[in-house]
Each structure stands twice: as structure tokens, then as C-alpha cells.
């Protein structure tokens, strides 16, 4: 059986996707991923098939092992496939040996490079799916942070979460949508997050204490 | 005064290469960088003044600082601009509105890709040109480690020190020039890193305790 592929797509538009993303997707037969990514890279052909992510990643990973038995099969994930995505769950149902990946930008890279950060010294997190508690234990109040927000944890919950634990006001941004036509790059203080906005596909990107 | 490009190139091979990258460095007319990166994207038609990085960082910058009142500056590094790159000291120099930053793929991300791992509760940090100390600051024994070496701080001292600092064993590789022809991924152990070795342009990589 041959191996399948997880690529990673970069955050939106072509200019960010690696050449070497466009070419393994367009060695594969079968695409697997969001309808909107195996669409983009589906080719003017029709002879792939197209496997759109629906239902649980159980369920997906399902038709991956189904499809992989007879096809060569590409996984097309947003981002860089090792950074919030889909690879540990992949990693959980196959064994290495089983698949390549491809790597990609991912969205904070991107907005790093907006507003001229160096990310090294920042701590990355997200508050995707899990707790306040165990996002706060990845950061630090002195260094700067990157952290992935959701419907739940938003901007304005995280900040005063942070705030409550004794942040330091500071400047930071809202960066929604990058790499895509709506990006959308917002300043804020953490002490002053405004509250009433629905936030989509963001991330939270706060300055070190020590810039201020 | 026209903006100036700090554009990321990626870890090695153009496959590794963002398009928006290309098109950046085409459009400048004046090439700053190492000389095998700026010979890399001289064009053929040999219209680009080509500046390379001799000397301190400050000359360089001296350069860049000059040739940009007359023309259109890009300054090539390999990696991501923001990750422990030249992002840092043009920061410095310049405000943030005098350039614009074009991301890449950096190195780890590729070996990561490579070993099919998801670094993003990976501790990321460096041993180049600093402490073992302030390195060990950004490190968590429980995490997985991704860490950049030098001369000086080469895999065996760090493996050393870590012990030392009672860290337990683990499994981790020593990735060599990633993304480069000579690429090469080693297997260790943190207990018993080979110590006669020369390693060249190398990071580490280091499990998390849990996954023994």
C-alpha cells in the first residue's frame, strides 16, 4: 500500500501554498479535506475524487483507511498540518511510516509577518476546545503570546481571564481571517478587548510587558 | 522612500519556497543576503544589484540603509523572517512602517513534517549564542523540545546539560541541514548523544517525557 499524504495548504490565498504542496496534491486520486480546499486543488480534469471532510475526524479518517487501500490519497488541511491541526489525530490512527507530510505557513506566521513580529520569543497556545486554565499554563505574563481563540474563547473572554490573573495591560491585535480576502488586522490593549463583536477564524496576538 | 522587503525563503530547495516569495524578490532591484541566496534569485538578466552579508550585522544594515534611498530593497534570508532570524535587528534600525515581511517555512517545521510530528506543544527555542541557562528557561521537562544548536552548544553539551539539569531520557533526532541536498535526520537518545560528531547548521528535537 502506498503512503497517503497530509499537506499542508498555507492560510488562504495561492501566493502562501508551497510549490511542493501544489505538486503533491497533484500526484494524489483521491483528495480528502475541507470541500472548499479539495475544490480549489481538485484540477480541470475531474479525475480525482473528492472526499469532503462531513461528520466527526473518526468518521473522516474512516474513508481515509477505506480510500487509502485502493487510491493514492492526500489529506489537504489548512495551515501547517503540525500546528492545531489535523496530524495528531492522524498520528493516533496510523503509524508514521503510514503517511508524509508536507508542511505549510500557518495563519500566526502570516500575521506575524504583517505587522513585522518576531514570533521566537512568543508563547503559542490555543484556547481551542480546552480549558482557560491550561491555555494560561502555556503562557507567561512577561513574554509575548500567540493564542488561537474560538466561539467559546474569545478575545474578549480571554483577555479578561488574563486580566484577572494579574496580566499587565499591554497592546496586542486581533487578526481575523489571514492569508484570506477578508483578513482583517484589529490593535487592541488587553485591558480594553471590546466585547460585543463576533470574532471568526481568529487569532490573539499579544505583545511581551516589556514592549509597552 | 519605497518600502523594503524581509523576505523568508524557506529551509533550502525552491520546492520549500512560498510563490508570494519569488515574486517578492523579483520585483526588487536590489538583492541583499547571503551570497548564495541572493545569487539564487539574481534572475538571468543580471539587472539586480547584488549586495551580500560580509561583516556585522550593523554594516549590513548600514547598506541596506543606504541603497534603499534609491532603490527598491529586498533582503533574502533563508527560514522565516520572525524566527530567530534578521527580523530581530531590522526591528532595531527601522520602524515598522519602512518594510514589509514575506513569511517562510523554517526549518523545523520541515523536520518536524519529516518525522510526521505536531509541534504544537513543542517548546521552541535556541542554544545559539546564549546560555544553556536562559535556554533551559523556555524548556519544560515534560514537554517536547525543539531547539536550535551552534558551535559552541552542539547537541552532546546540550544533552549533557539537560541531564544534568535532571531531565529524563528520551528519544529525539538531530536534524541536519534541512531541506538542503546533505539533509540528514539522526535517531538519539538524550542520555546518550554521540559527543565526537561535528554538526553543521543542526537542531534538535526532543520528545515529550510522556511519550517513552
Keep these: 500500500m502506498q503512503k497517503f499524504l497530509v499537506i499542508g495548504m498555507g492560510p488562504g490565498a495561492p501566493e502562501w501554498t508551497l510549490p511542493a504542496a501544489i505538486e503533491a496534491a497533484a500526484s494524489a486520486e483521491v483528495l480528502l479535506g475541507s470541500e472548499k480546499l479539495i475544490n480549489a486543488h481538485a484540477g480541470n480534469e475531474c479525475k480525482k475524487m473528492l472526499v469532503p471532510l462531513s461528520g466527526s475526524i473518526e468518521h473522516f479518517l474512516d474513508k481515509l483507511e477505506t480510500h487509502r487501500q485502493n487510491y493514492k490519497c492526500a489529506v489537504l488541511v489548512t495551515g501547517d498540518p503540525g500546528y492545531y491541526s489535523l496530524l495528531s489525530a492522524v498520528r493516533r490512527r496510523f503509524k508514521p511510516a503510514d503517511f508524509i507530510v508536507i508542511p505549510g505557513i500557518t495563519a500566526f506566521q502570516l500575521a506575524c509577518a504583517r505587522l513585522g513580529l518576531s514570533w521566537q520569543n512568543y508563547r503559542l497556545t490555543s484556547a481551542h ?80 510587558a516589556s514592549a509597552e
Excluded at 189 to 202: D, G, T, W
Aim: charged share 30%.
Design 129 to 208: 476546545g480546552k480549558s482557560l486554565e491550561s491555555m494560561l499554563a502555556r503562557l507567561s505574563p512577561e513574554d509575548g503570546a500567540v493564542i488561537l481563540t474560538d466561539r467559546n474563547h474569545n478575545p474578549h473572554t480571554i483577555g479578561k481571564y488574563l486580566t484577572d490573573s494579574n496580566w499587565s495591560n499591554r497592546n496586542g491585535w486581533i487578526c481575523e481571517n489571514i492569508g484570506k480576502e477578508e483578513e482583517d488586522i484589529e490593535k487592541i490593549e488587553l485591558f480594553n478587548i471590546p466585547e460585543n463583536k463576533e470574532y471568526r477564524l481568529c487569532l490573539m496576538i499579544l505583545q511581551p
